[in-house]
């Protein structure tokens, strides 16, 4: 007989079992609650709608609470066929494509999974006419957004992605979920940074069409968007902002009071992340991003010095993006404490980016680069060049890096062998150019950072051919970015440092002694040691 919307009643046997199972669910006991499905599964019930809830109430806590994926994909399928050729049971259907899909996921079937959720948008689509118009809305959403994930994770241009989101954006709009537009955002926002492209500004308008639906959104225990999905949209958000802001050089942006002011307080704005993150890791995971199961693991302590021989694969896929978080937010905090000369600070953050590297070697290989530019910083601010340069080349070398990030190191590595004062650092310094992306490739924008860095090199290099005068002017807009965009101290410090003598050789001692009281203060500001008694020398 063929299925209806509304499930037959169980028998009196059956029925015992499923409460059964419902209760041991309700009480932390999984594997209890899987015998009863079992039973209730092998009972060869004349109703195959109650054996496909079954199938898949069974398929979902074998996912949830075990390693037997596929055991947990066997039980999802005998559900999907069961519901496939009958009419109605529209939920049981969505629910069913869902579970199988992330099954097909964990066994690396990328092109089956793409095929289950084609074929439950389609399911939704049709059912926009019908009764179970509602449900239907929230489940192409939820489709949609389960296809861009798959693009995002597989396709090798964004394009296919972006498509995809935006098309999920068009739902969310449709159906009035802001917290839904505000997540297809994000999304968006990630992927175009990633993007060889660096379509920053794109990036920059996804994340404030973001704030906007957060906005747009009330929140609270009784109504609106519940706080747990609410902060962990902000720390997405957040975090997104402050990698995009940094990749960019805009540090001024980052660093500018909430009333607006120019200044603002660097340590305030890794305060601000650490509070997001805490705020958000209180609740298990609420969206696709990353499942339930794999936050509340991680959030409650998953062992981090086991390293992945801790982990299953199908755990170590669910923990992955948050452990890539943990390193962006470390990567983040690395960065900001850098521009305020705090090294100790510093330091900390980077040995614990460093052991999360060491642990989860396969899972974070793609932020290694990273790691050795954050290395490189570091060094450099802490006088020792010849080491910053050797993290410097070897990212400018790693075609793992992204085409912005080996120009950045190119240009790094040209102003630690200027700084090192090696007697052939021209040369090494026209090499390193030579190598850059930025020569071999077709052009492409800059951002503030590697503007500010070109300057100060091409200065630093004509004052050492003597032109004097291309120098000045060279020096004059790095420290004009330095300065007025990037907040960088150290940045502002060399070119003051810089001009001082070549000022005080044209008898201009007032400008001089200006430039070096200023670079002084700076330096004592960012309690920076060494290069005050280098200026009290002077």
């Given at each position: 007989m063929s299925l209806t919307s509304t499930a037959?009643?169980?028998?009196?046997?059956?029925?015992a079992l499923l409460l059964l199972a419902k209760g041991f669910v309700a009480r932390g006991q999984p594997l209890l609650a899987i015998k009863c499905y079992v039973a209730v599964c092998q009972s060869k019930h004349e109703f195959p709608a109650v054996e496909a809830h079954a199938q898949i109430q069974l398929g979902t806590l074998l996912l949830e609470h075990s390693h037997n994926v596929l055991e947990a994909h066997q039980a999802l399928s005998k559900a999907q066929l069961l519901l496939e050729r009958s009419t109605g049971n529209f939920d049981l259907k969505c629910k069913a494509l869902s579970g199988l899909g992330r099954c097909q996921k964990y066994l690396r079937k990328i092109r089956h999974q793409q095929q289950t959720y084609k074929r439950a948008i389609t399911l939704c689509s049709a059912a926009l006419h019908t009764p179970d118009r509602a449900s239907a809305q929230h489940w192409l959403l939820h489709f949609h957004l389960r296809a861009a994930n798959v693009e995002m994770d597989s396709a090798a241009s964004v394009g296919s992605a972006v498509e995809a989101l935006e098309a999920s954006m068009k739902l969310a709009a449709d159906a009035n979920l802001p917290s839904a537009q505000a997540l297809c955002q994000l999304f968006k926002a990630q992927l175009l940074m990633t993007d060889d492209s660096r379509?920053?500004?794109?990036?920059?308008?996804a994340l404030d069409a973001c704030h906007a639906a957060l906005a747009a959104q009330p929140c609270g225990p009784s109504t609106g968007l519940p706080l747990a999905i609410y902060a962990q949209l902000r720390l997405h958000h957040a975090l997104l902002r402050c990698l995009l802001l940094l990749s960019q050089g805009s540090i001024a942006t980052l660093a500018a009071c909430p009333s607006g002011g120019k200044q603002g307080d660097m340590a305030q704005a890794v305060r601000d992340l650490h509070d997001l993150y805490t705020a958000a890791a209180a609740e298990p995971w609420s969206y696709e991003w990353l499942s339930v199961p794999g936050v509340a693991a991680l959030a409650e302590g998953v062992d981090l010095q086991a390293g992945e021989s801790a982990l299953t694969d199908r755990s170590l896929s669910e923990c992955r993006p948050l452990l890539a978080l943990h390193c962006l937010l470390s990567e983040s905090a690395v960065r900001i404490h850098l521009t305020q000369h705090a090294l100790l600070d510093a330091l900390s953050c980077l040995s614990k980016l460093q052991q999360l590297l060491t642990s989860f070697p396969s899972s974070l290989q793609s932020l290694v680069p990273s790691f050795h530019m954050l290395s490189g910083q570091y060094a450099a601010a802490c006088g020792q060049h010849a080491h910053a340069g050797s993290h410097f080349s070897h990212v400018a070398s790693e075609e793992a890096a992204s085409p912005q990030m080996r120009r950045l190191a190119v240009l790094h590595a040209c102003l630690a062998e200027a700084n090192g004062q090696h007697p052939n650092w021209m040369g090494r310094a026209q090499a390193l150019l030579a190598t850059s992306p930025q020569q071999q490739?077709?052009?492409?924008?800059?951002?503030?950072?590697?503007?500010?860095?070109?300057h100060l090199i091409s200065g630093l290099m004509q004052l050492a051919e003597g032109d004097e005068a291309g120098g000045r002017v060279a020096l004059s807009r790095a420290l004009k970015l330095a300065h007025g965009e990037l907040s960088d101290h150290q940045m502002v410090s060399q070119v003051?440092?810089?001009?001082?003598?070549?000022?005080?050789?044209?008898?201009?001692?007032q400008g001089a002694t200006s430039m070096l009281t200023s670079s002084f203060t700076l330096a004592h500001n960012m309690k920076d040691l060494a290069s005050q008694g280098h200026l009290s020398a002077v």
């Open positions: 037959p009643a169980p028998s009196a046997g059956v029925d379509q920053a500004a794109a990036a920059q308008e490739e077709q052009p492409q924008p800059e951002s503030l950072l590697e503007k500010g860095l070109r003051l440092n810089t001009l001082a003598p070549i000022h005080l050789g044209r008898g201009d001692a």
